[in-house]
């Protein structure tokens, strides 16, 4: 007996409902082989629908071998459809726990994470113009498949930019666009790594990192991090690695800048391994004391990959980054690139590029340095007056986090839970450990899209567990 609901008001044709439930009845098993249906008259009048509508349903499963008519006799149940396993609609469609979300109730959470900008102060009347301009009058053949490395324009104003401020010395047929810096940790495990190669890497380091490297099946080797970065002294040659991984301008989490003589420790460590140096460059532009950074990749771009992001200067979900490559890799990288995803979407490419070139990024920077400065400072200043001398900050000259180190506590679960419940979303240092143990008690604390307000109430929030 076919037993069918049908909505009138859903947006799901009337036709396709009727199909979808009689064919999930008989893949299901409910509706039996050789079992009669009921004659479209009769259906459309149980179902209160036009008897064309269950006529064109009918017809559709016949065609797709799910029922046979015979001539005289009805519409049957066809033999071989029953399909073990068919998972049913509610199945099929229960809700998926999102892989991430922002929080966007700030008022009832306060979530300190790291790596994201502030939100709201996406240049969003510059990009627009731009991107307006853009999709007008872009030339008809950059509407087609492009090149893997990405866009000439863009690639041409990188390599004029990041040599101005970050002493990169590169061609631009050395960049190649990627989806943020994780497509570009991708790319470079499946061109460099397989099952027993070694990757030495910061502990510790951000915790998708060696989890993308591992996929090839590489072992990793975790070198301590201190207020510096690496350790460089640690690095063992009896381990001859494929790559070593740093973020030299602000290690991730910790917050440190490699001084040079650690550079130099490494280079020559690459220099007798053959190995490459993998330096991740995610959001050294907000430096806020000193003078700019420069990256290593000018001491020694024979051997260093240097990878940048636009996630952090303008917004992750533009999935911009790029690879500078040492000339060995370049082709390499390009197949890998194209096998993956043909290219990087050109417009949003080009708009970069026009951005860049118009000066709107190095304005977008200098201005949200001061932000973030403000934010970093009531950050530092709420800590100090609710836990005075029981907490410790550091990593504070770059980027948009800090650590925030707490006298006699070690953070466990429970206490993260009992935070959360107490509306402030705070992440652990120990989250991001390879060896486990020796970060308990440390906190970081992204401040990006946080404004001042936010900043002393998820402290003070804080202040009630944490007595
Ligand atoms: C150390 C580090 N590098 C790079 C990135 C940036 O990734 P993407 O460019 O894919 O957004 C992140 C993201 O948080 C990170 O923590």
Known sequence: MVWIEISKTSEIPII?????????????????????????????????VSRSVILEAYDQLIAEGYLKSKQGSGTFVESGALLEGFPTFKETFAPVKPFYSITNNKDSLIDFRSGVPCLEMFPRKKWARIAK???????TSL??????????????????????????????????????????FTILTN???KSGSKVMIEDPVTKEIPEIFMERGASIHPIPVDEYGMKTE???????????????????????????????????????????????????EFRYSGPPVSSIQGLF???????????KILSPSLRLGYLVLPNSLVEKVKTLKRYTDYHSPTIEQVILARFIKDGHLEKHIVKMRKLYKIQRDCLIKSLKEEFKERVKVSGTSTGLHLIAEFNNISFSKKILDEIKNNGVNIYPVEKHTLVKGHHNNKLIFGYGNLTEKEIEAGVRRLKKIIV
Do not use: W
């Not at 199909?19 to 008259?41: A, D, F, N, T």
């Not at 301008?249 to 280079?267: A, E, K, M, N």
């Open 191 to 193: 061109l460099l790594l």
């Open 234 to 284: 640690l690095l063992s040659q009896e381990r001859q690695p494929s790559l070593v991984f740093v973020t030299p301008s602000h290690q991730f989490p910790l917050g440190g800048t490699l001084p040079i003589q650690r550079r130099i420790q490494l280079i020559q460590f690459a220099k007798k391994t053959n190995s490459y140096i993998v330096e991740d460059d995610y959001d050294s």
């Open 133 to 139: 301009d853009v999709y007008e009058n872009i030339d």
């Open 143 to 184: 509407l087609g498949y492009s090149s893997p490395e990405g866009s000439e324009e863009l690639r041409n104003t990188l390599s004029n930019y990041l040599y101005k401020t970050r002493g990169i010395k590169c061609l631009s047929s050395q960049i190649v666009i990627t989806s943020g810096a994780t497509q570009a």
């Open 301 to 311: 771009p024979d051997r260093v990959i240097y990878i940048g992001t636009f996630s």
């Open 16 to 48: 396709q409902q009727v199909y979808v439930k009689i064919r999930e009845q008989i893949l299901l098993g409910e509706l039996h082989e050789g079992e009669r249906l009921p004659s479209s008259r009769e259906l459309a009048e149980t179902l209160n």
